[in-house]
């Protein structure tokens, strides 16, 4: 069927449509664009077009999950945000009602879910009018449109106006639901990963060029049988890349096994990879399959793979290359059918060089290597994803909404973030504490500034017309802030970061009274991953 037959017009002359039309194939350009035409032709300061997904939702009837696919006049971190239908009544209103718009007046006491996020006029915090409009496509509820104004009475007359352009956007989900079904694609427009356990749930999709193209690449290699080995920095995501791999490959349906290497006592490793046999080692007292054993017919997800032992590494060869295990105690060998995922922070070639990885396990567990940017080249990203924090303390301390000062979203933009996405997750749920402590929401709308987030001053340097050069420094919590900013040494970059390791680890130790439980909790690391650490930087036998 001609998509072009079955898209209103009666919201905009032809031409238009055919913009949006054209990119039916992009549903990244597509809403946006939509969008834009939108605020142009409607007497509103915010609109938002929102779409359900079933997946993360309640289970209710009724409730579920909704995630912004384009918003305009809002804050950027808007983006980032899930609103859950039972938590935002207004949301939950427009959902349950069919046939056209609804709108709310002026007196509403509903809490509206944009109140203080329209970023041009922040000292009006609470929205006046506000309308919305449900969309369904083949009868299913397929997401809403709403749109806000700041002004009582904005809306006035412009009801059936409204109700057109919810019929047009309509119209085109209906479209790229069509494409979408025709190309396979059944997350187009909408690419959600399930949150992880963690807590570090965001999802690995960006409006960053970085991030687009890690997506794309992800997709693409999911579908092999390949062995990815992911890298990336300490707090990237690595984890949400490999529940992604998982989820795109033909292997969805099998397990996907978990190991986090780094955690493994020594003396078992090669239990918990690939089991044992009874009476196999003192306590062994029955048979008990390892996690390949377990991943059969699924991914294996190995994370921290840098931290193995040499030992269990050189047992790995035969399974990664075979699929044959054998477990600890046992001369059979059990064949597997196993897709085999890695990830690290370390810089592995490195490592085979240093002789603390074997370089025949290295080649085989980088067959595929996949790159997670770090935060700080992510652009604006970092707002989106700290709207997805913010919305989630946001509940956790029933406020009406949570957002950001201007000031806090530039210093934000500028700082490097060595700890990446765990780092800004951890700044914003502390942030959030101590304004939520130190001061009184202003009708129920709370504000995090650069101080409430641990950020220091910015330092800009440049008049007009020159380049801009932008530093920042972390305020950091007292209990880890060192007594002295450390003078940069003289030294190879790798070497820097474990001349500066060594300090804060001695200068904690110092501090906690030589307690290693203390000093774990003190620089947030697991205390088996500080020994490790530890060891490796001679602090410890």
């Known amino acids: 069927m001609d998509n072009e037959a079955v898209i209103s017009t009666s919201a905009l002359p032809l031409e238009k449509v055919g913009a949006l039309l054209r990119a039916l194939d992009d549903p990244a350009r597509l809403w946006p664009l939509l969008l834009d035409l939108m605020a142009r032709h409607l007497p509103c300061d915010a609109c938002a077009l929102l779409r359900r997904d079933a997946r993360a939702g309640i289970g209710q009837a009724g409730e579920g999950l909704l995630v912004p696919l384009a918003t305009r006049g809002l804050s950027p971190d808007t983006l980032g945000r899930r609103f859950e239908l039972n938590e935002h009544p207004r949301l939950k209103a427009i ?40 969309l369904t496509v083949d009868g299913r509820p397929w ?69 687009a193209s890690l997506l794309t690449e992800i997709d693409t290699v999911a579908a092999s049988d390949l062995v990815v080995l992911v890298l990336g920095e300490t707090g990237v995501g690595k984890e949400l890349v490999a529940r992604r791999l998982h989820a795109r490959s033909p292997r969805a349906a099998g397990p996907l096994v978990h190991v986090n290497c780094a955690a493994l006592p020594d003396a078992l490793v090669e239990s918990e990879l690939f089991g044992h046999v ?55 060998h059990i064949t597997v059918d196993v897709r085999v995922i890695a990830a690290t922070n370390r810089d592995l070639a490195a490592e085979v060089r240093e ?60 700082y490097p973030w060595p700890g990446n996405v765990r780092e800004l997750e951890h700044a914003i749920g502390r942030g959030a504490i101590r304004a939520r402590v130190a001061r009184p929401p202003d009708g129920g709308v709370l504000t995090l500034t650069p101080a409430d987030l ?74 088996s991953n500080l020994f490790r650490l530890a060891r490796r930087l001679g602090l410890r036998e």
């Not at 509403?108 to 879910?113: A, F, M, V």
Request: charged share 30%; net charge negative; hydrophobic share 40%.
């Open 454 to 527: 641990g950020l220091a001053d910015l330092g800009l340097e440049g008049g007009e017309g020159s380049a801009v050069t932008i530093t920042a420094t972390v305020q950091q919590p007292r209990s880890m802030a060192p007594q002295a900013a450390p003078d940069l040494p003289e030294l190879p970059l790798r070497d820097a970061v474990e001349d500066l390791e060594r300090r804060m680890i001695r200068e904690h130790l110092a501090r906690h009274d030589g307690n290693w439980a203390q000093v774990a909790r003190a620089l947030g690391l697991d205390r």
């Open 143 to 211: 997401g809403m449109l709403t749109l806000d104004a700041l002004n009582e009475g904005r809306f006035d007359g412009w009801e059936e106006a409204i109700a057109d352009w919810a019929r047009l956007a309509a119209d085109l989900a209906a479209a790229v639901e069509r494409r979408a079904a025709l190309t396979g694609d059944g997350g187009a427009g909408l690419r959600i990963l399930d949150d992880q356990p963690q807590g570090l749930g965001f999802d690995p999709v960006g409006a960053s060029p970085p991030m």
């Open 95 to 134: 959902a349950e009602v069919e046939g056209g718009p609804l709108r709310f007046p002026a007196g509403c006491e509903l809490p509206d879910p944009y109140d203080g996020l329209i970023p041009d006029l922040r000292q009006r915090l609470h929205v006046h009018d506000c309308v919305g409009a449900s």
């Open 355 to 414: 002789g603390r990885f074997r370089a025949d396990v290295y080649h085989r567990l980088s067959v595929y290597p996949l790159r997670v940017p770090p935060l700080r080249d992510r652009g604006t990203d970092i707002l989106r994803l700290a709207g997805l924090f913010l919305e989630r303390n946001r509940a956790r301390l029933g406020l009406r909404n949570l957002r950001l000062s201007a000031a806090a979203e530039r210093r934000m933009l500028a």
């Open 278 to 332: 009874r009476g196999a080692f003192s306590g062994a007292v029955a048979d008990r399959r390892g996690k390949f054993e377990l991943a059969d017919g699924g991914t294996l997800f190995l994370d921290e793979v840098g931290e193995l032992p040499l030992a269990a590494q050189a047992k790995m060869l035969r399974a990664l290359q075979n699929g044959e295990i054998q477990r600890v105690g046992s001369d059979r």
